[in-house]
C-alpha cells in the first residue's frame, strides 16, 4: 500500500485547509484511515481517525468541531480527507496520513502499518 498526501499549504489563522489522502496498492488490506501531525520539537500526535465504513470517526480534544476526517472507497482509488477548518497558529504541523489494517469497528483501536509523506500546514497569525 503506497499513500500519498497532499494539499498543505500556508494560511491565515481562521482559514481552511483541505488535505487529501490518495491509496494506491493492495488497498483491499486498508480497514481504517487517520491523520497525524507533528510540530516542531513534539512528537507525532493522532489528529483524527476514521473507519472502513466511514460510519465511525474519532478526533483529538484540540481539533473537534474544526476538523472533519472522509473518505472515499472507490475501488481501486481509494481516498481520505482532512478538511480543516478555523485554523490555529498551534495547528502549524507536518500531516501525515496513515492507513491500518486491524479490522475492528473501533476508529481508536486501529493501528497503522502504512504511511505517507508529509504535507506542511503553516498557519500565520
Known amino acids: 500500500v503506497q499513500l500519498q498526501a497532499s494539499g498543505g499549504g500556508l494560511v491565515q489563522a481562521g482559514g481552511s485547509l483541505r488535505l487529501s489522502c490518495a491509496a494506491s496498492?493492495?488497498?483491499?488490506?486498508?480497514?481504517?484511515a487517520g491523520w497525524f501531525r507533528q510540530a516542531p520539537g513534539k512528537e507525532r500526535e493522532l489528529v483524527a481517525s476514521i473507519t472502513r465504513s466511514g460510519g465511525r470517526t474519532h478526533y483529538a480534544d484540540s481539533v473537534k468541531d474544526r476538523f472533519t476526517i472522509s473518505r472515499d472507497n472507490t475501488k481501486n482509488a481509494p481516498a481520505a480527507y482532512l478538511q480543516m477548518n478555523s485554523l490555529r497558529p498551534e495547528d502549524t504541523a507536518v500531516y501525515y496520513c496513515?492507513?491500518?489494517?486491524?479490522?475492528?469497528?473501533?476508529?481508536?483501536?486501529?493501528?497503522?502499518?502504512?504511511w505517507g509523506q508529509g504535507t506542511q500546514v503553516t498557519v500565520s497569525s
Open positions: 496498492g493492495r488497498t483491499s488490506r486498508i480497514y481504517g
Open positions: 496513515a492507513a491500518s489494517a486491524t479490522a475492528t469497528p473501533v476508529p481508536e483501536q486501529l493501528v497503522y502499518g502504512y
